[in-house]
């Protein structure tokens, strides 16, 4: 009776053990039994069994019973081994269950496989079920549901370009890595999952997990974070959006960054404004201050920029040690943002005390060395410092030389500034050599829409403006053009820029009329961003004096020349190269007024400020030595007039390309005073 009542005992737990561990197993009940008890625990099982097994091969257990009856058991029998198997069964099971789940690849449906491949440039949101810690059991509160309702609803008030992908079949998220691979598999951008958290009372709390899983920002950011364990009261609270601000503030984040990397500024900043909305401004962590002054100065919100890098600093210097890199890396971005403002001289001094840390805690060769660089060189550029810009600009392309790939926009960007500079040197072949080699990158690697490639475009334009091939400047300026009208904001001053250059262009084809209209354009932008005194409206004011020149109507023209010289004289020295165009048009419309002396002293001084800032050989010295040439043409001195209208040919030849209009005017006017000459004798 004993016997058979062991046998049945074991042959019934052994059943209920194996039925709990499959059942458990679908229902994940039986996740308590964590990794340390499975391992620890089947050896332990496995050496009492071995221990036993011996022992009663050897000796046999005798058991007592009723009316003095003996039992010898001389092993286990079958029932007893199902019964052990049983245990072990049911420890292993868990391990096997979660290791299946955890290298299983997802399952996604048609549909949404198909809303991936058409919508490849939206962010793709990957929420999988909101569980408890310890298994996969959703509770009373569907909050998988519940959120992905609120992101709907979101996606189609604030027109947020997402797509939600859930999980075909019952799968849970229990790590960081497990989210970023379950992510990295499917395409993801970000991949939002999340716990319960339970008291004897029913739901306790919950908290929500978010992986960024892929890289979409030129600063390092985060790739993982959490919401604070909070109470949750009843349903309402989660249709309402509660405990969804943090998740909100993240997608606004990468969606706004993955915009940033595409150049699609616009969008960007209305996902960062966003984010304002959303958080208390006066309470936002460093990072976000420093990417929020990143945004507005790639938008050229320049005012937006300076006062959140000083946000930023002003919390930075209080807590950071003063050779701390990430003090440059503010101290540089603060440059930048001063730089946008036209106030150059604090930009450059920004940029050093960046420059100064750098070069104590950094190699030689580092990436943010040469930013500094670049960043120091562009801005000698801009107060018409060109040979102190070229050299800044050659270190920084040095270590991306050496440290960059060929095809790395950044190696495009410093090729872009020097080109630039080559621009103001006025030595277009240089020039060009290296706008080429930046469109060969950006032309490769950038989106066909992105403000970069617009940049190079623009200078290449400038540099057929100066060559006088006007049709081609045109071609480029509009390539430009159109770009920034997609991706820029409607009062950005690259688009300014734009309006500018495209005007200069029909100024040259003699169309006054579209030429006025363009410059009104590139005025009403620069008005209405920029300070009354800022050095880009002086360059808007410098145009519409020329337009108005010739047209004829002088005095308008000298009305706007004026403007552009006060602006210039309070923003920089009083021989800075920007300084040559005004006096020279001054001189031209005086001249035409036939008011010598005037017309004599603003192109003298316009000479000086070539001779000490720029050289002899400057393109500006061409233009200068022409107008003076019609002074003396016109005031009877015929030999000096013959004399600067040779120095003006010979420049002109060295800079322009045979057939050129300004080199044929030179050869023009000289051939008039040598005529001139032969009648006066």
Not at 39 to 52: A, K, R, S
Not at 75 to 82: I, Y
Not at 188 to 202: P, T
Not at 235 to 251: F, M, N, S
Request: hydrophobic fraction near 40%; charge should be neutral.
């Amino acid at each position: 009776m004993i016997q058979k009542s062991y046998k049945y005992f074991g042959y019934f737990s052994g059943g209920i053990l194996y039925l709990g561990a499959i059942v458990g197993s679908i229902n994940n009940s039986i996740s308590l039994i964590t990794p340390n008890i499975t391992y620890l625990g089947t050896v332990f099982i496995v050496i009492c069994w071995v221990i036993l097994e011996f022992y009663t091969k050897r000796r046999g257990i005798q058991w007592n019973v009723n009316q003095g009856n003996k039992v010898t058991i001389k092993g286990f029998n079958f029932a007893t081994r199902l019964f052990l198997f049983g245990v072990i069964f049911l420890l292993w099971v868990p391990r096997i269950d979660q290791l299946i789940k955890s290298t299983a690849p997802l399952i996604l449906t048609d549909s949404q496989k198909s809303l991936l491949k058409d919508n490849s440039s939206n962010l793709v949101i990957l929420l999988f079920p909101f569980t408890p810690d310890i298994n996969c059991t959703e509770l009373d509160i569907d909050y998988q549901k519940q959120f992905l309702e609120h992101l709907t609803s979101k996606k189609e008030k604030d027109s947020l370009l997402i797509n939600i992908i859930l999980p075909e079949r019952n799968y849970c998220i229990y790590s960081d890595r497990e989210a970023i691979e379950a992510g990295a598999n499917e395409g993801a951008d970000i991949v939002i999952w999340g716990s319960y958290e339970e008291s004897v009372n029913g739901l306790k709390g919950l908290r929500v997990r978010y992986n960024i899983v892929k890289e979409l920002d030129v600063i390092s950011i985060s790739t993982a974070g959490d919401t604070e364990m909070q109470s949750i009261n009843n349903l309402h609270q989660l249709r309402q959006g509660y405990l969804q601000k943090d998740i909100e503030y993240i997608l606004y984040w990468v969606e706004g960054m993955s915009a940033y990397k595409q150049g699609d500024f616009r969008k960007a900043i209305s996902r960062f404004d966003e984010i304002i909305k959303i958080t208390n401004n006066d309470t936002l962590n460093v990072d976000t201050y420093l990417r929020l002054g990143q945004l507005y100065y790639e938008f050229a919100r320049g005012k937006e920029s300076l006062t959140y890098f000083q946000k930023a600093l002003s919390i930075q210097e209080n807590t950071l040690q003063p050779l701390n890199i990430k003090l440059a890396w503010t101290y540089s971005n603060m440059g930048s943002a001063y730089r946008l403002s036209g106030d150059y001289y604090n930009a450059i001094n920004y940029c050093k005390k960046a420059l100064s840390i750098q070069k104590g805690v950094l190699d030689t060769l580092h990436p943010d060395l040469a930013r500094t660089y670049m960043s120091i060189g562009t801005i000698y550029g801009f107060i018409g410092k060109y040979d102190t810009a070229v050299q800044y600009l050659q270190k920084a392309l040095l270590i991306q030389e050496d440290i960059l790939i060929p095809l790395d926009p950044n190696l495009a960007r410093t090729y872009m500034n020097l080109g630039g500079i080559y621009i103001y040197k006025g030595q277009f072949d240089s020039a060009t050599q290296y706008l080429q080699k930046a469109l060969t990158i950006q032309e490769s690697v950038l989106g066909s829409f992105h403000p970069d490639l617009a940049r190079t475009y623009m200078n290449v334009g400038t540099v057929f403006i100066f060559e006088g091939q006007v049709d081609s400047a045109i071609q480029y300026l509009l390539k430009a053009f159109t770009i920034q009208k997609s991706v820029l904001d409607p009062f950005h001053p690259d688009l300014a820029r734009s309006y500018m250059n495209i005007g200069t262009a029909y100024l040259q084809k003699k169309q006054y009329d579209s030429a006025l209209q363009y410059m009104q354009k590139a005025v009403k932008i620069k008005r209405s961003i920029e300070d009354s005194v800022h050095p880009n409206l002086a360059k808007a004011y410098l145009n519409l004096g020329a337009i108005y020149y010739y047209n004829g109507l002088y005095d308008t023209s000298i009305h706007y020349l004026q403007r552009a010289l006060h602006i210039n004289v309070l923003a920089f020295d009083s021989l800075h190269p920007d300084l040559v165009p005004i006096y020279n048009n001054l001189g031209e419309v005086y001249l035409e007024k036939c008011n010598y002396s005037q017309a004599f002293y603003y192109l003298n001084t316009s000479k000086k400020i070539i001779q000490t800032k720029l050289g002899e050989s400057h393109i500006y010295m061409a233009y200068c030595t022409l107008s003076l040439a019609r002074y003396y043409k016109s005031k009877g001195g015929y030999t000096k007039a013959l004399d600067n209208v040779k120095k003006s040919i010979n420049i002109f030849s060295n800079h322009l390309p045979e057939g050129n209009k300004d080199l044929n005017e030179a050869k023009d006017l000289m051939n008039e005073i040598k005529e001139l000459m032969k009648d006066s004798k």
